[in-house]
């Protein structure tokens, strides 16, 4: 197997490189390092099966020979990336989207495309299953990310059905893991930050506000056999214990022996939608792929515990 995958130097497309080289495929990387860092594949690069290219894939995308498989992971992914980067991220929904499944059709190579919870904004169901339409802003701030993730699933099954592209949809819950970026403003590395600092822990509102945690390993797990499937639909992954954003700061104290305090703060600008639920149905999963996550969350904020350490310096 000859795999591309596109933004293959950030924190998930990086693990899905270490997996798909694990199961014997050669990996062509394409990463512009907006968010992603080379420090994430750098132990990849005496790999003769793995390549990395520093290339943006909203331009012209062309790979030398035959392919049969392009992910495409590309796409600031944190709020507060796609807020400082709302452009970049439009483009990479949509015109790498386009790119990608041009080659994906030029190639006759399978594409899955990585989406997110988000397409459901803040939703109006609870738990999200994959027929569930979503309930989002599409001016406010998180639109960008929000709206570009839902273009790049119309235009993936407008290929499928248009062009008969082999396609696959993954919409990925809350993943965390090691080769996050300390400072990439999503909740869990600012707690682990503060935390291992001695610093108080700032909360959004009160905290109350709910997420669904996978362990990184569990993820590409389930985006593997989604890949290997023969499924094109939409397919959840993520973790079904849902806990409230509070419950993980005090879980990271207790981890850190910290004795950081919670501090409560209103929520910023570009914040106004930020989702109230998120907690993933993940029937389709099992049924389909026999997939479910299982590294227990407080065994993965461990392992990941270990990586901020060695980050930081502490």
């Known amino acids: 197997m000859r795999t591309v995958v596109t933004g293959g130097a950030g924190f998930l497309g990086s693990h899905l490189c270490d997996g798909l080289l694990n199961r014997g495929h050669e990996v062509i990387c394409l990463d512009n390092f907006v968010t992603g860092r080379v420090e994430n594949v750098a132990h990849l690069m005496g790999n003769r099966s793995f390549r990395l290219i520093n290339y943006d894939v909203t331009d012209y995308l062309f790979i030398d020979g035959p392919l049969d498989n392009i992910l495409h992971f590309a796409s600031p992914a944190s709020p507060a990336d796609y807020l400082r980067l709302p452009i970049q991220t439009l483009k ?3 015109l790498g989207t386009h790119k990608a499944l041009g080659l994906a059709r030029a190639k006759k190579a399978r594409f899955l495309l990585a989406s997110t919870s988000e397409v459901y904004g803040d939703p109006q169901v609870h738990p999200q299953p994959e027929t569930y339409w979503g309930h989002v802003n599409p001016i406010g701030a998180r639109g960008v990310y929000d709206e570009a993730k839902r273009f790049a699933e119309a235009m993936t099954m407008a290929y499928h059905r248009y062009h008969g592209v082999e396609t696959r949809i993954v919409r990925i819950f809350n993943s965390f893991g090691p080769r996050m970026r300390v ?3 999503r909740a869990l590395p600012n707690f682990m ?13 009160d905290g109350s ?10 993820t590409v797990a389930g985006i593997i056999k989604l890949l290997e499937s023969d499924y094109a639909e939409p397919v959840n992954i993520g973790n079904p214990q ?9 879980e990271i104290i207790e981890l850190t022996g910290s004795r950081s305090r919670l501090i409560c703060q209103p929520f910023p600008p570009g914040f106004e939608d930020d989702p109230k639920v ?29 990586y901020f350490r060695q980050e930081l310096k502490l």
Do not use: C, M, N
């Not at 389709?284 to 065994?299: F, M, N, S, Y």
């Open 278 to 306: 998120r907690q993933p149905d993940i029937t389709r999963a099992k049924k389909i792929l026999g997939w479910e996550p299982k590294v227990p969350r407080k065994v993965g904020l461990a392992r990941t515990l270990e």
């Open 242 to 250: 849902e806990i409230s954003v509070k419950t993980l700061a005090e």
């Open 193 to 205: 930050r503060q935390a291992l600092h001695g610093q108080d822990i700032t909360i959004y509102g």
């Open 92 to 94: 990479v929904g949509s």
């Open 183 to 185: 400072d990439d403003g």
């Open 209 to 218: 506000q709910t997420r669904s945690f996978t362990f990184v390993e569990d």
